[in-house]
DNA sequence: GCGATAGTGAACCGATTGGTTCAAAATTCA
DNA sequence: TGAATTTTGAACCAATCGGTTCACTATCGC
């Protein structure tokens, strides 16, 4: 009865950053990480030391996807196209069940500031980062640098309700029509 | 040495309230509730039952204060003024500390949404009751039905985002601006 | 083959969780 | 005043929390 070998740890990680996703820091409980990543506690503290680190890994990661993810838009387009995209992508068309995920920055922050302030804040940069990313692709654009600002400051805005939204599961009906409102809003403004 | 008498109610569910809405649900424990509403174990058992009978309490509390927000800023004042002005005294000219610990119902969505559906469920009809609310003072201020309801789906992403940016204690400058921005497309739509 | 190393499961740990019990004390009403 | 009724704190409960220890086993380099 061979024993399984020594276990996946991109794929051990993958299931950790599914179940921190879905479920949030608090309510992840270590019996819950080791079902779904298939080992045992010994393990899984010798290879993460930690619940929090390993949460702090998954953040750090899910975070580096997301703005990968706005890599893979701008490939080649119009730079406002490519922003655009990004929004509609998370809910229209994907009939995945992350949809109804949100974001796990926003979601961090909203579960753990005041409870938790060094990962609320981690969270609470990337977000900031993300949101510099806005700027610069509005810039890309054509927009002022100040007004690049204010339209990234509004966009994070948007991103960040069409991410709670998402988590009460509202028909993306609801959600993609004042996207396209805000960007038409946008390119007015820009042109 | 005088016991403290049977304990104030109201007051006590005020505090249990504050608590929920700074840690949320699952960070606020029973210890936490009772050093905070001043009372033992089994008084606090038997006057609410539970701890989760008690977070229902103070979501109810919430949003009925929340509408009453609204309905004071409603006042003989023109409906969008009133809706505009709700969106900004969140944060502006409120040197508060609440104006830190963003929406009670937001928090409680984004926190409990997958960990327990009923809490978050409850939560998300109460937003959706807010957005009702938008809508009508849109139709009150002109909109045609169909864009009353467009503007307010809009307007609850923004409030969903603005609480969000609340918790990151984010600088009020960078909500005023789109908040701003957001009102001049609205009441050039309407107009 | 062998020794070193890495990975593993199970037992165990103290602390904390939300919740119950109960006798004593404070209040109410006659 | 004295009996009935609340209200109270402290002790207690099982369950779960995150984390550690350790002997055993698979793997890898030689």
């Known amino acids: 009865?061979?024993?399984?070998?020594?276990?996946?740890r991109t794929k051990a990680?993958?299931?950790a950053l599914v179940l921190f996703w879905r479920k949030g820091y608090q309510a992840t409980s270590l019996a819950d990480l080791l079902?779904?990543?298939?080992?045992?506690?010994?393990?899984?503290?010798?290879?993460?030391?930690?619940?929090?680190?390993?949460?702090?890994h998954?953040?750090?990661?899910?975070?580096?996807?997301?703005?990968?993810?706005?890599?893979?838009?701008?490939?080649?387009?119009?730079?406002?196209?490519?922003?655009?995209?990004?929004?509609?992508?998370?809910?229209v068309g994907t009939p995945s069940p992350r949809d109804h995920w949100g974001c796990m920055m926003v979601n961090s922050v909203t579960?753990?500031?005041?409870?938790?302030?060094?990962?609320a804040g981690r969270a609470s940069q990337y977000l900031a980062a993300l949101q510099k990313r806005?700027?610069?692709?509005?810039?890309?654009?054509?927009?002022?640098?100040?007004?690049?600002?204010?339209?990234?400051?509004?966009?994070?805005?948007?991103?960040?309700?069409?991410?709670?939204?998402s988590r009460r599961r509202?028909?993306?009906?609801q959600l993609r029509q004042p996207i396209t409102a805000t960007f038409r809003l946008i390119r007015s403004a820009v042109a």
Chains 1, 2 share one sequence.
Do not use: H
């Not at 061979?2 to 996946?8: C, G, N, T, V, Y």
């Open 58 to 91: 998954c953040l750090d990661l899910f975070a580096q996807r997301t703005t990968g993810l706005i890599d893979g838009a701008s490939a080649n387009r119009p730079p406002l196209d490519a922003l655009q995209d990004f929004f509609e992508r998370s809910f």
């Open 170 to 173: 509202l028909p993306g009906e």
């Open 111 to 119: 579960e753990l500031a005041g409870v938790d302030d060094d990962l």
């Open 13 to 15: 990680v993958d299931r």
């Open 134 to 165: 806005f700027q610069m692709m509005l810039e890309d654009a054509g927009a002022a640098p100040a007004q690049a600002e204010e339209l990234a400051a509004l966009l994070m805005l948007i991103n960040e309700g069409i991410r709670v939204s």
């Open 1 to 8: 009865m061979a024993r399984p070998i020594q276990f996946d």
């Open 35 to 56: 079902a779904a990543m298939g080992i045992g506690r010994s393990s899984f503290y010798a290879a993460f030391t930690d619940k929090r680190s390993l949460f702090i």
